[in-house]
């Protein structure tokens, strides 16, 4: 009882034998996101309308353009029609049992239609405003949400006959033994825009204005300009990016709906299985709590389950644009085949107004970046080393599942109560397989070769967050997944001087790279030499030298096993604010 009162739904919306995410379960027309029991139609198993717009754009065009031939080839066509009750509550039509395949097969009216092979049929109909959309031979899939596979002909009919409340039938014209094709929007090919090799191709100037800029300060801000130049970079950005100290609002955006790459080996019964644990919230199962923050298109809200009193996180668009909708759609995506300890969970999705809101755990400890800046509260070593350790775990699943994260900062790194860190926000990864890259196996998942090295570099946009921006992002070039190691490495700097990525206080060089004299200067005092020495090997300007997160994982893990063995010396001299020049000594 108490667990059906609970009322969620597992992942996913079906239409006909269509199986579809239920955020992909969106009008292609006005993308409106279609409610469980909201009319919609399925034509040709690909193009998904809401009721209006099928009416619209599909019903009122094939009228207009053959307004005399009133049908010449049937479009298959999988529809959920309601259909309002009848005041003297008559039945407007028949129905009949029909061979599905053209074999011979027992007939009885009281043996359900899947055992006999039949599908249950309209066989006469009288039309009315209300069941103008139904037509003589359409096959019945439903009757108000429940197969009619299980049920013989007679017990369909006579729910059909109880004319007196709304009924919501599921009906299939045209054609019914094409294959069913992947209609799931994770799976869809999409255009290849964003992947070109070749500057030439690429459909790249979607951010023309702040690549030019980014060129300009660059020859402003030659690294022999010193402070000021260096200072220039940052602030002309700042000018013309409007950065604010935090980095939160400057995102720089793609617009391109992207998600799976057309070669993306995922089959239908892969998503699934990643996807079953997806549940749908209804606005009533949720308690609002606190806003726990607005980021510049979303808003992360605090809420309670009413009856399972589970603590758990909406996030919501605030602002509404096409490509803020597509990497909002993007983030479900992504969120959803993820599952990884250090990686912020997805619970599932709400639907309120039409719209779609992403529902994840509840992270208790604020992000990173305001732990990094309490100065008041004390971040021991072994602390900041293990938050190291944890962001390179969640990174390093990432890229074995073939994202590149493009958005990696202290504030997208959330600390959970126990002092463990998960990486978030992931409105801006994309998904970088490629199958003609003999060094990118063409697998998708768990089993990806870890140990590779970096992937082939191509033309993507620049999306992210300023401080946190690897140098050839910021410059336009070709990027590979490698990026994400030097936001990491900005990230560790954070860690270590417990300062600001605002170049203001992390001294940077007039090629976005970091000023490692004076950051080692002012920063690194007592940070041990090991931990220091992973954070200069991440921001490396060429990023092939820059250690994958698989690396990064494990010399970090030891490094933090080490240091927590050995270190009662380390400890002593860090509360007593002395350098340990060196790491613990080993132990013998
Ligand atoms: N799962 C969560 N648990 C706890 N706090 C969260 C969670 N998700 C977000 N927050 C808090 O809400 C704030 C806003 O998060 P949100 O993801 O909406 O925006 P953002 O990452 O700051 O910016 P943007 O939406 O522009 O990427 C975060 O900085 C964090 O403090």
């Given at each position: 009882m108490f667990l059906m009162s609970c009322c969620y739904f597992f992942w996913k919306q079906v239409a006909g034998e269509h199986k579809f995410h239920p955020d992909c379960f969106v009008c292609s027309k006005c993308q409106a996101y279609i409610g469980d029991g909201d009319s919609y139609a399925l034509v040709e198993r690909s193009k998904l309308y809401c009721g209006p717009c099928y009416k619209k754009v599909v019903v009122l065009q094939t009228e207009k353009s053959s307004p005399k031939k009133k049908k010449k080839k049937q479009a298959h066509t999988v529809q959920l029609i309601n259909i309002p009750p009848t005041p003297e509550g008559q039945k407007r039509f028949s129905l009949s049992l029909e061979e599905k395949q053209a074999k011979e097969s027992s007939s009885s009216e009281d043996v359900p239609v899947a055992a006999q092979g039949k599908s249950i049929c309209i066989s006469d109909l009288e039309t009315t405003p209300e069941t103008v959309s139904l037509q003589v031979g359409d096959r019945i899939l439903e009757v108000n949400g429940t197969p009619v596979t299980d049920h013989n002909i007679s017990e369909i009919d006579?729910?059909?006959?109880?004319?007196?409340?709304?009924?919501?039938?599921?009906?299939?014209?045209?054609?019914?033994?094409?294959?069913?094709?992947?209609v799931c929007g994770i799976f869809s090919s999409r255009s290849s825009s964003e992947e070109s090799n070749s500057p030439s191709s690429s459909n790249e100037p979607e951010f023309p204005s702040i690549n030019n800029n980014v060129q300009a300060s660059l020859s402003d801000c030659s690294p022999s300009s010193g402070e000021r130049g260096r200072l220039g970079v940052f602030n002309y950005e700042r000018r013309h990016m409007k950065l604010d100290r935090h980095g939160s609002a400057p995102k720089v955006r793609n617009n391109y709906p992207v998600m799976c790459s057309p070669t993306s080996p995922l089959s239908r019964t892969q998503s699934y299985r990643v996807s079953k644990n997806q549940r749908i919230f209804r606005p009533a199962d949720l308690i609002k709590g606190e806003v726990l923050g607005q980021g510049f298109f979303g808003k992360a809200v605090k809420v309670t389950h009413r009856y399972t009193g589970e603590v758990m996180v909406i996030?919501?668009?605030?602002?509404?644009?096409?490509?803020?909708?597509?990497d909002f759609l993007k983030e479900v995506k992504v969120l959803r085949s993820l599952d990884h300890y250090h990686v912020l969970k997805f619970i599932g999705v709400l639907y309120r107004d039409k719209r779609l809101n992403l529902v994840t755990e509840f992270v208790g400890g604020g992000t990173l970046e305001n732990i990094i800046s309490d100065l008041d509260k004390p971040f021991p070593w072994l602390?900041?080393?293990?938050?190291?350790?944890?962001?390179?775990?969640?990174?390093?699943?990432?890229?074995?599942?073939?994202?590149?994260?493009?958005?990696?900062?202290?504030?997208?790194?959330?600390?959970?109560?126990?002092?463990?860190?998960?990486?978030?926000?992931?409105?801006?990864?994309?998904?970088?397989?490629?199958?003609?890259?003999?060094?990118?196996?063409?697998?998708?998942?768990?089993g990806r070769d870890k140990h590779k090295p970096a992937g082939r570099k191509k033309r993507y946009t620049m999306v992210g967050t300023a401080f946190w921006m690897a140098p050839e992002m910021l410059k336009g070039k070709d990027y590979n997944e490698r990026v994400d190691v030097f936001s990491f490495g900005i990230v560790m700097c954070e860690l270590i001087g417990r300062v600001s990525a605002c170049p203001d206080d992390l001294p940077r060089s007039g090629d976005f790279g970091l000023d490692e004299v004076p950051f080692m200067a002012q920063c690194c005092d007592t940070c041990p030499k090991t931990f220091h020495q992973i954070m200069l090997m991440c921001v490396r300007m060429d990023s092939d030298e820059r250690p994958s997160f698989d690396e990064l994982d494990q010399r970090l893990s030891s490094f933090s096993l080490h240091f927590e063995r050995l270190s009662p010396r380390a400890k002593d001299l860090e509360s007593y604010h002395i350098s340990p020049t060196e790491d613990p000594p080993p132990k013998t």
């Open positions: 006579r729910i059909l006959s109880q004319r007196t409340s709304q009924l919501r039938i599921t009906v299939e014209h045209g054609p019914s033994s094409n294959p069913v094709p992947d996030k919501e668009l605030v602002r509404y644009s096409d490509s803020a909708q597509r602390q900041r080393i293990n938050a190291a350790r944890d962001i390179a775990s969640g990174m390093s699943y990432l890229h074995s599942m073939g994202i590149i994260h493009r958005d990696l900062n202290s504030n997208n790194c959330l600390v959970r109560d126990d002092g463990s860190v998960v990486v978030a926000d992931f409105g801006l990864a994309r998904v970088f397989i490629d199958e003609n890259d003999s060094r990118c196996p063409n697998s998708f998942g768990p």
